[in-house]
């Protein structure tokens, strides 16, 4: 299952996240800072939704209080609800 998500606070305007049960497939962030969204993207496809929440969450980009990280993480959060 896909789902989208608009982060706020960042760079990034949209976050595409597809699932499996528990399980991140794909992820593609688009806008914001090219090599750090794709290498984040990456390093979480394959992972357990609840460990990339817990590696992921409270990043924080330049004193915003939030990360691209951050907002994927936020997002996962919402899917975890979602599916439950």
Not at 25 to 49: A, D, F, H, P, Y
Request: glycine share 12%; net charge negative.
């Amino acid at each position: 299952m896909v789902f989208k998500y608009e982060p706020k606070g960042v760079c990034s305007m949209e976050m595409d996240i597809e699932v499996e049960g528990e399980i991140i497939k794909k992820v593609e962030i688009i806008g914001g800072c090219s090599g750090n969204t794709q290498g984040v993207s990456r390093l979480v496809e394959g992972m357990n939704i609840n460990e990339a929440i817990k590696r992921l969450k409270g990043i924080d980009c330049a004193g915003r209080g939030t990360s691209c990280p951050d907002q994927l993480a936020r997002a996962l959060e919402q899917i975890k609800e979602k599916i439950a």
